[in-house]
């Protein structure tokens, strides 16, 4: 089943009993597949809720207010080369200083593919850190630099960049689906995020991109029992990332 409007895709989103598919639980230790199975986004009932406590747990130590200039600043010193910055200023405020391996194990996180490169790269990540930082690095790096990105389409120096980033979550999500297993009837809901941010009856001329509508009430971050446990991080770190390439060293 395909979900495009927005209210559908809240009702869904809400429902606990729609659940992420599930993924094997048979894979050796250390591996991308063992990893998939030790995080809350994968997992159901008092499990996802333990583990997702852990996670937010976590991030309460961490200031998204200290992230943004620290993502600023580090642009800068690398003369605009900002790939890579969102990982490291977020694996420096939780005690990991080498996230140099996160990209490769973050290739296969969402889709399951799994290679020896990302083996061998969770197996890396296991020496330095933790199952709730590893998965924290590995839920944001592509989802903000796939923000910072489609950002980037929209944007103009000078711009204001909390503004893009909120119509850019709504207009241009970096994910443009997720899916959820319905445990009634064992069928798969696909939620098509771009459709419903751009439901015509929950925005007006949804297909504008408009940095005036300010905060909406996209589904970028979720919804209901499973949304993002950092948004308030993921968009520090990006608007840091932003305010460097658009307004250079005057921000």
């Not at 333990?50 to 996670?55: F, P, V």
């Not at 490291?88 to 990991?96: P, T």
């Not at 589904?219 to 840091?240: E, N």
């Amino acid at each position: 089943m395909l979900i495009t409007r927005h209210a559908d895709a809240e009702a869904v989103l809400a429902d606990p009993r729609y659940v992420p598919p599930p993924v094997r639980q048979d894979a050796a230790e250390g591996t991308l597949a063992w990893l998939r199975a030790q995080v809350s986004r994968f997992s159901t009932g008092e499990t996802h809720s333990g583990r997702r406590h852990l996670l937010v747990e976590r991030l309460a130590a961490v200031d998204p207010a200290e992230l943004r200039p620290a993502a600023r600043a580090m642009t800068l010193e690398r003369d605009g080369d900002w790939r890579g910055v969102p990982t490291a200023v977020l694996g420096a405020a939780l005690g990991v200083k080498d996230t140099s391996a996160v990209a490769a194990a973050a290739t296969g996180y969402l889709s399951g593919e799994e290679s020896p490169e990302a083996d061998a790269a969770v197996a890396e990540l296991l020496e330095l850190a933790g199952i709730p930082e590893i998965t924290l690095l590995l839920q944001g790096h592509a989802a903000t630099e796939a923000l910072i990105e489609h950002t980037l389409r929209h944007a103009e120096p000078g711009d204001d960049v909390e503004a893009l980033l909120h119509e850019t979550l709504r207009q241009d999500p970096p994910l443009k689906a997720t899916r959820r297993l319905d445990t009634r009837t064992g069928g798969e809901v696909t939620i098509d995020l771009v459709s419903a941010n751009r439901d015509p009856d929950v925005f007006a001329d949804p297909i504008r991109f408009d940095p005036s509508r300010g905060r909406t009430p996209h589904l970028t971050f979720g919804h209901g029992a499973r949304p993002c446990p950092a948004p308030a991080h993921a968009l520090a770190l990006a608007a840091g990332v932003l305010e460097a390439l658009l307004h250079g060293s005057r921000s």
